[in-house]
């Protein structure tokens, strides 16, 4: 008798593990994904599901301070994540990505080989990322609002455009920008140099209509704004015939500007590299690549992709800028503990005055 109640509870465990499963799904296939909102077509999520048998677990998130938090925890679920070059620079000192199979991405190939240069300076022999959007930071300017052309950061400080300027709400970005405009270095350590950009910032409060995220693309469109702090992947949106503002144009100032990369990285702690590589692999295929940037908007970074797409892409300065644009923007670095210095100086400008 005992030993039938005993099959009978054996039998009634695995019932109920066989519906857990079912329910839950076999976790073996599911890569979990780390990635900014609205950064991925979802019907490519779709059709890679389709053709492998994998599931995908996506999981958004709003800034690179986010990304570290998530990625640092002891319990982190992560196989890819897609941060900015800094955040990169920092994870590798800090040994926490797994160096990437290359073998298992033929489609590497198709990857423009000045990009692989650039990604290079903060990953070094480019062994823990794979380039995946690029771009550049620069001013959306309303021609029917400013009276003449823009050409430099100074246009951010004009009186004559007091309450019409929308700066990004972004501290490396705001900060950056101004040391540019006096003359320094976005990566300086020199704590004068970032006291005076601070000062500059202060002194900007009555011209600026204050920081903003994603509503300045609202308000540059609907004509609320004359001068904006964009990413050229907003830019392309803010000027788009059919969404967007014809009377709105984009520059990268003659000073410079930052050019900025999301590169695709496997967390150290995923158990699923090689499922991850294959996930790498598919979105570096030239079809793909040439989808998934025509739904995003930003820059691609796959040359094959390019190739695919239509002139009014790849002529249009915004989405794909010229050498001497790229040759005059600069990455940034991970600050290591001098960042405090700018956190400082930024808790003045945004919270104190």
Same mark, same amino acid.
């Given at each position: 008798?005992?030993?039938?109640?005993?099959?009978?509870?054996?039998?009634?465990?695995?019932?109920?593990?066989?519906?857990?499963?079912?329910?839950?799904?076999?976790?073996?296939?599911?890569?979990?994904?780390?990635?900014?909102?609205?950064?991925?077509?979802?019907?490519?999520?779709?059709?890679?599901?389709?053709?492998?048998?994998?599931?995908?677990?996506?999981?958004?998130?709003?800034?690179?301070?986010?990304?570290?938090?998530?990625?640092?925890?002891?319990?982190?679920?992560?196989?890819?994540?897609?941060?900015?070059?800094?955040?990169?620079?920092?994870?590798?000192?800090?040994?926490?990505?797994?160096?990437?199979?290359?073998?298992?991405?033929?489609?590497?190939?198709?990857?423009?080989?000045?990009?692989?240069?650039?990604?290079?300076?903060?990953?070094?022999?480019?062994?823990?990322?794979?380039?995946? &959007?690029?771009?550049?930071?620069?001013?959306?300017?309303?021609?029917?609002?400013?009276?003449?052309?823009?050409?430099?950061?100074?246009?951010?400080?004009?009186?004559?455009?007091?309450?019409?300027?929308?700066?990004?709400?972004? &501290?490396?970005?705001?900060?950056?920008?101004?040391?540019?405009?006096?003359?320094?270095?976005?990566?300086?350590?020199?704590?004068?140099?970032?006291?005076?950009?601070?000062?500059?910032?202060?002194?900007?409060?009555?011209?600026?209509?204050?920081?903003?995220?994603?509503?300045?693309?609202?308000?540059?469109?609907?004509?609320?704004?004359?001068?904006?702090?964009?990413?050229?992947?907003?830019? &392309?949106?803010?000027?788009?015939?059919?969404?967007?503002?014809?009377?709105?144009?984009?520059?990268?100032?003659?000073?410079?500007?930052?050019?900025?990369?999301?590169?695709?990285?496997?967390?150290?702690?995923?158990?699923?590299?090689?499922?991850?590589?294959?996930?790498?692999?598919?979105?570096?295929?030239?079809?793909?690549?040439?989808?998934?940037?025509?739904?995003?908007?930003?820059?691609?970074?796959?040359?094959?992709?390019?190739?695919?797409?239509?002139?009014?892409?790849?002529?249009?300065?915004?989405?794909?800028?010229?050498?001497?644009?790229?040759?005059?923007?600069?990455?940034?670095?991970?600050?290591?503990?001098?960042?405090?210095?700018?956190?400082?100086?930024?808790?003045?400008?945004?919270?104190?005055?």
């Amino acid at each position: 008798m005992k030993r039938i109640v005993a099959i009978l509870l054996t039998l009634v465990m695995l019932a109920a593990s066989l519906s857990f499963l079912t329910a839950c799904g076999d976790n073996s296939k599911t890569l979990y994904v780390l990635n900014w909102g609205d950064y991925i077509d979802p019907d490519l999520i779709k059709q890679f599901e389709q053709q492998t048998g994998y599931k995908i677990n996506y999981t958004t998130l709003t800034s690179n301070e986010e990304m570290l938090i998530k990625l640092r925890s002891p319990d982190c679920i992560y196989d890819l994540c897609f941060p900015s070059d800094y955040v990169i620079e920092k994870l590798i000192a800090e040994d926490m990505l797994a160096e990437i199979n290359k073998d298992n991405i033929p489609n590497l190939k198709n990857i423009d080989e000045r990009f692989i240069e650039i990604s290079n300076q903060f990953d070094p022999g480019n062994k823990y990322s794979v380039p995946y &959007m690029w771009g550049t930071v620069g001013i959306v300017y309303n021609k029917e609002m400013v009276d003449e052309p823009v050409d430099s950061w100074n246009a951010l400080w004009d009186e004559k455009y007091a309450g019409q300027v929308l700066m990004y709400n972004s &501290m490396r970005d705001s900060i950056g920008i101004t040391l540019i405009k006096l003359g320094y270095d976005i990566n300086t350590r020199n704590a004068d140099q970032v006291a005076e950009a601070r000062d500059e910032l202060i002194a900007q409060k009555n011209i600026r209509k204050g920081f903003f995220d994603d509503a300045i693309k609202d308000d540059m469109i609907g004509n609320q704004g004359a001068l904006a702090v964009v990413y050229s992947g907003d830019a &392309m949106l803010c000027i788009d015939e059919e969404e967007g503002n014809p009377n709105l144009e984009y520059v990268v100032p003659k000073e410079g500007s930052n050019v900025w990369f999301d590169n695709i990285i496997i967390p150290k702690t995923s158990s699923k590299q090689a499922m991850a590589e294959e996930f790498i692999n598919f979105l570096c295929d030239a079809e793909v690549a040439k989808q998934n940037t025509e739904y995003i908007g930003y820059s691609t970074p796959n040359k094959a992709a390019l190739e695919l797409m239509d002139e009014s892409w790849t002529e249009n300065p915004v989405y794909n800028p010229p050498q001497d644009v790229l040759d005059r923007c600069t990455i940034f670095h991970d600050l290591g503990d001098f960042l405090s210095v700018f956190e400082e100086a930024w808790n003045k400008v945004y919270f104190e005055n």
